[in-house]
């Protein structure tokens, strides 16, 4: 291989990388702490990833967060995309906002969230929303206690 190839292929992998750097960020650059626990697919109903779901527990705090991190291709675009995380002690009469359930949308390029709450002994449920014009991609996870 001459040089002019290989440097081509170290700019050309070089620039594949910064289009998948969202997905590779660590939970701080997301606004979360702790440990990555999970990820979900939110896939459109032709089956096109929208975007990932992905959950962290934080075991010094007793909090989970989470956030919905939009694809490569799709962080290319701002649109509409939300998140919510509950715990298994939320109740449309018991909405305790922080605690046991957050939840964050609007038009978003990257991702939405972060959202966090109380999961130390607790079961956690996540479901993520990402649209793309009139495709809808739906992802939820449950089930972490």
Not at 17 to 34: F, K, Q
Not at 53 to 81: D, M, P, W
Not at 101 to 126: L, M, R, S, T
């Amino acid at each position: 291989m001459t040089r002019l190839r290989k440097a081509a292929a170290v700019v050309a992998a070089a620039a594949a990388a910064l289009v998948v750097a969202p997905m590779n960020a660590n939970a701080a650059e997301y606004g979360c702490s702790g440990s990555l626990i999970d990820t979900y697919k939110v896939k459109s109903e032709v089956g096109n990833h929208l975007s990932t779901i992905r959950l962290y527990y934080n075991g010094s705090t007793g909090y989970n967060c989470a956030v919905n991190v939009k694809t490569a291709y799709y962080s290319q675009f701002k649109h509409e995309a939300s998140i919510t995380l509950m715990n298994e002690d939320w109740r449309e009469d018991n909405n305790r906002p922080g605690y046991n359930i957050d939840e964050d949308g609007g038009k978003f390029q990257y991702y939405a969230g972060p959202v966090k709450v109380y999961g130390k002994n607790k079961c956690i449920y996540v479901v993520a929303r990402t649209w793309y014009y009139d495709e809808v991609g739906i992802g939820s996870g449950s089930g972490h206690c």
